[in-house]
């Protein structure tokens, strides 16, 4: 498998519950993204990390909460999220210091 | 700082007519711009990039951009639509200092291709 791949697709959860994004990419970057998509309004980038070093946190809320265990691996674990969280995650990655990033399919979430 | 403004959240035209998508950007230094297409269901794909090299740029499908520091525009086109070009467009400048990647994207635009 090649690219940037993101699992699950879709995801439904109730503002009570506790669940996991997860982004894998094979294409040998080192920065790796986490963007929001909402509806009627531009992506938001809201994590960066660079050689598994977080260094971009875009004023997110706490119930969001990224972890990178390596170079190709990024989650973003979720918890006691709100209705208005729900939208499309993306995951991205680039080599370090490059201008093109590589953006997987995205997960669509549905706070319920 | 950067930011990026596309004019026209819906843009509806016939298939074969000129495709003309609007964006104006905002940057305090030289920018990178790019433009990138994402499909329904799909993540983002990018369509082509202008990184201080020859202002007109080429890009997949036939797409094309044009880099006018005057206008601060970096306008995308293409002369004859497909039904497959009906996809959402995004326009982005690369903001953040040095080289850090950070991409500062529009809101966006829709294409609609009527046959």
């Known amino acids: 498998e090649t690219g940037v791949t993101q699992t699950p697709r879709h995801l439904v959860m109730g503002m009570t519950n506790k669940k996991s994004l997860k982004c894998e990419q094979h294409?040998?970057?080192?920065?790796m993204y986490w963007y929001k998509q909402s509806a009627k309004k531009p992506l938001e980038l809201m994590f960066v990390?660079?050689?598994?070093?977080?260094?971009e946190n875009n004023s997110v809320p706490s119930r969001f909460s990224p972890e990178c265990p390596n170079s190709s691996h990024l989650f973003l674990h979720l918890h006691t999220l709100q209705p208005e969280d729900s939208a499309l995650y993306l995951c991205?990655?680039?080599?370090?210091?490059?201008?093109?990033?590589?953006f997987g399919p995205g997960t669509r979430l549905t706070v319920l | 700082a950067q930011s990026v403004t596309q004019l026209g959240s819906h843009v509806s035209v016939s298939e074969g007519a000129l495709v003309l998508l609007r964006c104006n950007y905002s940057?305090?230094?030289?920018?990178?711009l790019f433009w990138y297409v994402q499909y329904p269901n799909q993540g983002l794909q990018l369509l082509l990039k202008?990184?201080?090299?020859?202002?007109l740029v080429k890009g997949i499908n036939g797409f094309e951009a044009e880099f006018k520091k005057s206008e601060t525009s970096f306008h995308l086109t293409k002369p004859s639509a497909h039904m497959s070009d009906a996809a959402e467009y995004f326009c982005?400048?690369?903001?953040?200092?040095?080289?850090?990647?950070?991409?500062?994207f529009g809101q966006g635009t829709t294409l609609q291709v009527k046959p």
């Open positions: 991205a990655s680039s080599p370090v210091d490059a201008d093109t990033q590589y």
């Open positions: 294409l040998g970057h080192n920065a």
């Open positions: 990390y660079n050689f598994k070093e977080q260094t």
């Open positions: 940057s305090s230094v030289p920018p990178y």
């Open positions: 202008y990184t201080s090299a020859a202002t």
């Open positions: 982005a400048v690369r903001g953040g200092s040095g080289n850090t990647g950070k991409l500062i």
